[in-house]
């Protein structure tokens, strides 16, 4: 049974002691995890998802596992001092991501452990993008902002608390940090009820309930007010210079004996380690056109953006420029949305158009005979019957209804013309385009199998389309895009509209090479005015791709989903219709947010996506028209 607010309050007094009390709480409690009771963010990260979505939580951010990190080196080094040494866990958010313990085995319920997934979920819905309050304050605050609007999670709040107190430290504790720990205790059995957490010589235990202090890796906590008397610091500084000295002979011994080692511990990002240009301005001077180059070739391993000592070379076998298409054109200019502005920035990307050249017209490979033909026939059953149109002035045939007519009236004395005595028969055409625009990024080059790559499942996708609705009537172009930061972004043009699908775009199909990186949204932006060219009442705007938008800049992110987001809104906005089949098995976890939940569809198994797809396009065209 639940405890009350009254009896948990108990819980919150503790008795005062000069001595020692860390060692032996560190070697009595580090270590009180309960395995058989975990909970694994990747068993509940669905879930987890829908619930932060459901609470209000920002649709755009990603729910991931967060890295262990350690609150404190002090604590880090009398845990290794100990024998004892385990890393806590806590959850924060970014702009690009919720980001979770990867388990939680706090409690020796798995019940527990999962409700504390959930908690953070809510606690993390509450919180905004711009605050500046003290972590102390900032968690009761988001607290009191859950149980309000959400009251029903209060018995399971009140549960975790009575959980988590009961294996925070107990015993004798110095006074400093008796009435921090009060402080803490009493905030969170009364969240608002502590202004201000009271200084103390040593950093407070941490509050898994709570948000991180100060992601992701907190050297000191917001609100926690250093002591009057100054040893705390001093103390840190002699554990840092000691770290210090300690790394100085490692890198040392190293260097003599020839050898780069690399502790796994140590890494927990590439984001956080290596040193890649993201910038968000453009270089004028033209010795920095090739810096996204360079940034691919060789990439520098240091922290805290030092000077590194060792620099990693990467050969990813880019394509050459000299290897490029055809240039078309080169002087279109789409705009990008900045989130975190809030504006659209005009002429921000240039577009190149591209066409293969010296491609040879080619008949479809033998592999997809079969398959092809039984889709042509099921998609000329979509195709409109061919219909009589009568009474026309010119045509196949006389039309026999409208001449009897005509020598009818002519008998009975009317003066008729004649004109409008013949019928001509049409192929009916449903007034619909599609453009189906193919993400053909460095992605594309990876294996899905022992037997094709992401390139080549892609193309053959595109072979049975085009197949498909060569059989319907449809009009349809297809596109591919590639880009290197927002200059440029290159288009492939595989089939224009005004082109008849035919072995030289079967030619075209079979020389698509993997590009470089995903700027969806100019992606976007161009297929919305080729789109705009077509008369249809219908129009369509399909999406193939393999994963989340990303390039080399601050596109990668938040800002990508956001600019993506922008560009989808801009399609609807005009009356088109954006659907995105994707084969990336995260999908789930960001496309709600960009197409909404009908507005897409997750191939798990890539090599099905061939001949998915144009049954998927069956089904989207299948409205009365």
């Excluded at 290197?484 to 288009?491: A, G, L, M, S």
Aim: charged share 25%.
């Amino acid at each position: 049974m639940t405890k009350t607010v009254a009896e948990l309050l108990e819980l919150v007094e503790m008795e005062e002691h000069v001595g020692s009390w860390w060692h032996n709480f560190i070697t009595k409690h580090s270590e009180q995890r309960f395995p058989e009771a975990a909970v694994c963010l990747s068993d509940i990260q669905h879930l987890l998802g829908i619930w932060f979505r459901a609470l209000g939580g920002d649709g755009g951010l990603e729910i991931t596992g967060a890295d262990a990190t350690s609150i404190s080196s002090r604590r880090t080094m009398l845990q290794r001092v100990a024998g004892t040494h385990r890393k806590t866990e806590l959850a924060w958010r970014d702009e690009n991501a919720l980001r979770l313990p990867p388990l939680i085995d706090y409690f020796p319920s798995k019940e527990l452990n999962r409700d504390l997934y959930l908690w953070l979920g809510a606690l993390a819905a509450m919180e905004s993008d711009t605050q500046e309050e003290a972590w102390f304050a900032h968690n009761q605050n988001l607290t009191r902002a859950a149980l309000r609007q959400y009251p029903g999670l209060r018995d399971k709040y009140l549960q975790l608390v009575e959980a988590h107190l009961e294996q925070r430290a107990s015993g004798r504790w110095p006074a400093d940090e008796i009435a921090q720990e009060q402080a803490i205790r009493r905030a969170l059995v009364e969240p608002g009820s502590m202004d201000r957490l009271p200084p103390a010589r040593r950093m407070p235990l941490p509050v898994p309930l709570w948000l991180h202090p100060n992601p992701p890796q907190a050297a000191s906590m917001p609100g926690h007010e250093p002591p009057e008397d100054g040893q705390s610091g001093s103390s840190a500084k002699e554990l840092e210079e000691v770290q210090r000295k300690q790394t100085e002979q490692t890198q040392s011994q190293e260097e003599e004996r020839g050898m780069v080692t690399v502790r796994m511990e140590n890494i927990f990002s590439w984001a956080e380690h290596v040193n890649v240009d993201r910038s968000t301005e453009d270089e004028e001077n033209e010795e920095r056109a090739d810096d996204v180059a360079r940034d691919l070739d060789k990439v520098s391993v240091s922290r805290n953006g030092k000077a590194p000592k060792t620099k990693i070379k990467f050969d990813l076998d880019l394509p050459s420029e000299s290897e490029d298409d055809e240039i078309v054109s080169d002087d279109m200019m789409l705009p990008e949305w900045d989130w975190k502005k809030r504006q659209l920035i005009p002429d921000h990307c240039r577009i190149i158009e591209l066409v293969a050249k010296d491609a040879p017209a080619l008949p479809l490979p033998g592999r997809l005979h079969k398959t092809a033909a039984k889709l042509r026939s099921q998609f000329q059953a979509l195709a409109p019957a061919r219909v009589w149109h009568r009474a026309r002035p010119d045509g196949e045939e006389v039309d026999l209804d409208a001449y009897l007519r005509y020598r009818t009236d002519r008998a009975s004395g009317c003066n008729v013309a004649a004109d409008n005595l013949y019928r001509q028969m049409d192929a009916g055409a449903r007034d619909l385009a599609c453009l189906l625009l193919a993400d053909l990024s460095l992605s594309t080059d990876t294996w899905v199998n022992n037997h094709a790559r992401v390139l080549d499942v892609i193309q053959d996708s595109l072979y049975l389309f085009a197949e498909s609705l060569a059989a319907t009537g449809d009009e349809f172009g297809i596109y591919g895009f590639t880009s290197r930061k927002r200059n440029p972004i290159r288009i492939h043009a595989i089939k224009a509209f005004n082109e008849s699908y035919n072995s030289l775009i079967r030619g075209r199909i079979e020389a698509l090479k993997p590009g470089y990186y995903t700027r969806l949204g100019a992606g976007i932006r161009y297929s919305a005015e080729v789109l705009k060219q077509q008369g249809a009442g219908r129009r369509l705007l399909l999406i193939l791709t393999d994963g989340k938008p990303n390039d080399l800049d601050q596109y990668e992110g938040r800002y990508g989903i956001e600019d993506t987001r922008h560009a989808i809104q801009t399609v609807r906005n005009l009356g088109f219709h954006p659907f995105c089949v994707t084969i990336d098995k995260q999908g789930n976890d960001y496309l709600p947010h960009l197409f909404g939940n009908s507005g897409y569809v997750v191939i798990h198994n890539p090599t099905e996506l061939p001949g998915q797809l144009p049954l998927l396009y069956a089904r989207l065209t299948a409205q009365k028209h």
